[in-house]
């Protein structure tokens, strides 16, 4: 197993000192913070989700055993601990277990998922914690795919409904990948094809699906495609929606992140590979709940940036009135001086409050373009934060492989380049 400079021989969480933190055990203090586990050998790759009540529910892979296992722990609002010390054990089984993903079940507790090498190849498997941490499937988890060949790059969703929605990238019938679905109700029975549905054929290297739930017991999803991100839509039926392998969102792209629109469809982000050129950096996009662009941006051109190289991580957040903040390190002032930029962009309409920007740039593998973007008032400018770029930051040294399922997988392709 690769290891990062996440993997310690605890976990911890941390958070800013404000008014509605003053009591119980959240230390204030950023070089001690708050103990999760602290068990023999090493717990690594965390994931987090809120428990619907005010706290969190923590996921790891942990090395106490000797071998890699899922554990599982709550904390309050309050920083109190509320399950067994050191966590409780999600998934015990011979083999290894790793790289858990974790979503809320709606009812204080929370599902989670992971890959897992019980068997002769990379599986994944699933299970749900109540409220009061106590496993709710079948002892170490109910299979989610077992299919030939290995599974892996898991990303989970909730289903809105107490079960959950895993997407991954399965082999089992080429080297190259396709992005499969599954969807899970809240008493862990598999609801779409068994071993998943399909969602791509092709013979590009599939890679870092993401998704989110999209309101009616579905997901939009999206994924790397060869040298593309595309993006798709399956109903809670387990049923493709838009074009059949997928809406194309950019050529060349990488790093897909999709979000909510807060409505019944969903706005993607990505980055574009290369080369220099005035395409190339964060782009942005909404679609419908049918698969039709509203409108697609270049982040950097709303504010002139000069053509970026070296920009290679991307994050997208919903700003709350529809449209979207973006997050990207770039290269700006140099190759070994990268910086943070956080700008925000609104569909144009009765909510912009400042005139619309140039209409966006025509894409060369022609994604429609329709209304032009504007960009909020309140748009904090330029924001500095630090002069290393995330994915350096996060996994220097060892960078998720194919199959690695990174906590952020999606900065893969940047980082291999």
């Given amino acids: 197993m690769s290891r990062s400079l996440f993997s310690s021989a605890l976990v911890v969480l941390w958070t800013v000192a404000s008014a509605q933190s003053s009591s119980a055990s959240w230390t204030h203090d950023p070089s001690t913070n708050l103990a999760v586990s602290t068990a023999a050998n090493y717990q690594t790759r965390p994931t987090i989700t809120v428990d619907g009540q005010g706290g969190t529910i923590i996921a790891w892979f942990d090395n106490r055993s000797g071998s890699d296992d899922i554990y599982v722990q709550r904390i309050s609002g309050k920083g109190q601990p509320l399950w067994t010390p050191n966590g409780v054990a999600v998934c015990t089984v011979t083999g290894s277990q790793s790289y858990p993903y974790v979503v809320p079940d709606g009812a204080g507790g929370a599902i989670i998922a992971w890959t897992d090498l019980r068997g002769a190849n990379q599986d994944i498997y699933a299970q749900r914690v109540n409220a009061a941490g106590v496993p709710q499937w079948t002892a170490n988890g109910v299979p989610v795919c077992t299919a030939t060949g290995d599974q892996g790059e898991l990303a989970l969703s909730s289903d809105g409904a107490g079960g959950a929605i895993a997407a991954w990238l399965d082999l089992r019938s080429a080297s190259t990948g396709d992005i499969y679905v599954q969807r899970m109700n809240g008493a ?62 950019g050529g060349g792209s990488f790093g897909p992140r999709v979000i909510s629109d807060g409505q019944s469809g969903a706005i993607f982000g990505w980055l574009d590979q290369g080369p220099a050129t005035s395409e190339y950096g964060p782009w942005t996009a909404h679609l419908n709940a049918s698969g039709t662009a509203l409108w697609t941006t270049q982040m950097s051109q ?18 709350g009135k529809g449209g979207v903040i973006a997050a990207w390190s770039d290269s ?86």
């Fill in 188 to 249: 862990g029975a598999m609801q779409w094809t068994a071993n998943g549905v399909a969602l791509t054929a092709s013979a590009a290297q599939k890679d870092v699906p993401q998704l989110i739930p999209d309101g009616t017991g579905g997901a939009f999803v999206c994924w790397e495609d060869g040298v593309n991100v595309n993006a798709q839509r399956v109903n809670g039926s387990g049923v493709a929606q838009w074009t059949a392998g997928g809406v194309l969102l």
């Fill in 332 to 417: 700006r002032n140099g190759n070994n001086n990268r910086d943070v930029s956080a700008p925000q962009a609104t569909t144009c309409g009765p909510r912009t409050a400042s005139p619309c920007a140039p209409p966006p740039t025509t894409r060369k593998d022609g994604f429609a373009s329709s209304p032009t973007v504007s960009v909020a008032q309140s748009w904090s400018g330029m924001i500095r934060v630090s002069t290393a770029p995330p994915s350096m930051s996060s996994d220097s040294g060892s960078m998720p492989t194919a199959l690695d399922n990174g906590s952020r997988r999606a900065d893969s392709r940047s980082a291999r380049r």
């Fill in 302 to 319: 709303l504010f002139n940036f000069s053509p970026q190289k070296g920009t290679d991580v991307i994050d997208i957040a919903p700003d």
